[in-house]
C-alpha cells in the first residue's frame, strides 16, 4: 500500500472486519509487482492463518513478507544505519545467546554483591538444569524489554534502577555486566532504537 501521512489505527472485536478492510485496502492500492507488502504478525500461526485468508480473498499470496516485530524492528534499525540485517546467529544480545551468557554469570555471581542476593539464595538449592533454566528464563524477559521495553534497559545502563520492584536491582546488574562485557554492546537494539528514533526525528533518514 503507499504511504501515508501519520500512523492509522483500525481496531475491531473480531478478526474478521479486519481482514476485510485490509483485503479492500490492497484490492484498491496495490504496490508495484515487484515490491513486497510487508505485514508484521505476531505469531506462527497468524502467519499461516493471514496467508490463508489473503490467498482466498486475492487468489494468491505472493510478494509478501510476513516477519515477526523483533525481525522487523532489528531491520529498520540496519535499514537507517545504512547495513545489512544482523545475522541473529551471531548476535550476542539474541535470546539463545543471553541464555549461555548469564548462566556463566549464574554461575560466578559475587559472593558480596547485595544486588544478587535473591539469586543467591535461589541457585543454592538448584542444580546445572535449574540454574540453566534460571538463565533461559531471565534471556527471555531481557529479549522483550530489548523490543518493548528499551528505555528501561538505557536507563539501567545509565546507571538508574527502574521500576521500583524487588527484582530491578538484580536484573539491572546484570545487564550492565552482559553490556559492559561485550564489545558489541552499543549495537544491542535498545542502542540502534535510540538512533533511529534521532535519525526520524531529523527528517527523511536513508533506507526508509
Same mark, same amino acid.
Given at each position: 500500500?503507499? $504511504?501515508?501521512?501519520?500512523?492509522?489505527?483500525? &481496531?475491531?472485536?473480531?478478526?474478521?472486519? /479486519?481482514?476485510?478492510?485490509?483485503?479492500?485496502?490492497?484490492?484498491?492500492?496495490?504496490?508495484?509487482?515487484?515490491?513486497?507488502? &510487508?505485514?508484521?504478525?505476531?505469531?506462527?500461526?497468524?502467519?499461516?492463518?493471514?496467508?490463508?485468508?489473503?490467498?482466498?480473498?486475492?487468489?494468491?499470496?505472493?510478494? /509478501?513478507?510476513?516477519?515477526?516485530?523483533?525481525?522487523?524492528?532489528?531491520d529498520i534499525a540496519n535499514r537507517?544505519?545504512?547495513?545489512?540485517?544482523m545475522d541473529h546467529g551471531n548476535?550476542?544480545?539474541?535470546?539463545?545467546?543471553?541464555?549461555?551468557?548469564?548462566?556463566?554469570?549464574?554461575?560466578?555471581?559475587?559472593?558480596?554483591?547485595?544486588?544478587?542476593?535473591?539469586?543467591?539464595? !535461589?541457585?543454592?538449592?538448584?542444580?546445572?538444569?535449574?540454574?540453566?533454566?534460571?538463565?533461559?528464563?531471565?534471556?527471555?524477559?531481557?529479549?522483550?524489554?530489548?523490543? !518493548?521495553?528499551?528505555?528501561?534497559?538505557?536507563?539501567?545502563?545509565?546507571?538508574? $534502577?527502574?521500576?521500583?520492584?524487588?527484582?530491578?536491582?538484580?536484573?539491572?546488574? /546484570?545487564?550492565?555486566?552482559?553490556?559492559?562485557?561485550?564489545?558489541?554492546?552499543?549495537?544491542?537494539?535498545?542502542?540502534?532504537?535510540?538512533?533511529?528514533?534521532?535519525?526520524?526525528?531529523?527528517?527523511?533518514?536513508?533506507? /526508509?
Open positions: 500500500m503507499p $504511504d501515508s501521512p501519520g500512523l492509522q489505527v483500525f &481496531t475491531s472485536a473480531q478478526l474478521g472486519p /479486519l481482514r476485510d478492510y485490509f483485503v479492500q485496502r490492497l484490492r484498491d492500492d496495490p504496490l508495484p509487482p515487484r515490491e513486497p507488502e &510487508t505485514i508484521v504478525v505476531q505469531s506462527q500461526g497468524m502467519r499461516r492463518w493471514l496467508t490463508l485468508q489473503l490467498a482466498d480473498a486475492l487468489g494468491c499470496a505472493g510478494s /509478501l513478507e510476513l516477519p515477526f516485530p523483533a525481525h522487523f524492528s532489528h537507517i544505519a545504512g547495513r545489512r540485517r548476535d550476542p544480545f539474541s535470546r539463545d545467546a543471553l541464555t549461555w551468557r548469564l548462566d556463566a554469570l549464574l554461575r560466578a555471581l559475587p559472593p558480596q554483591e547485595p544486588a544478587y542476593e535473591r539469586l543467591r539464595d !535461589y541457585l543454592s538449592a538448584s542444580d546445572d538444569r535449574m540454574r540453566l533454566g534460571l538463565a533461559a528464563r531471565i534471556a527471555a524477559r531481557f529479549d522483550e524489554y530489548q523490543l !518493548y521495553r528499551p528505555d528501561v534497559l538505557l536507563a539501567w545502563e545509565d546507571g538508574r $534502577d527502574t521500576p521500583d520492584s524487588p527484582h530491578t536491582q538484580w536484573q539491572a546488574s /546484570l545487564w550492565r555486566t552482559l553490556c559492559a562485557g561485550d564489545a558489541h554492546a552499543a549495537d544491542h537494539l535498545p542502542r540502534r532504537f535510540r538512533r533511529v528514533l534521532d535519525a526520524l526525528a531529523s527528517g527523511n533518514p536513508a533506507g /526508509l
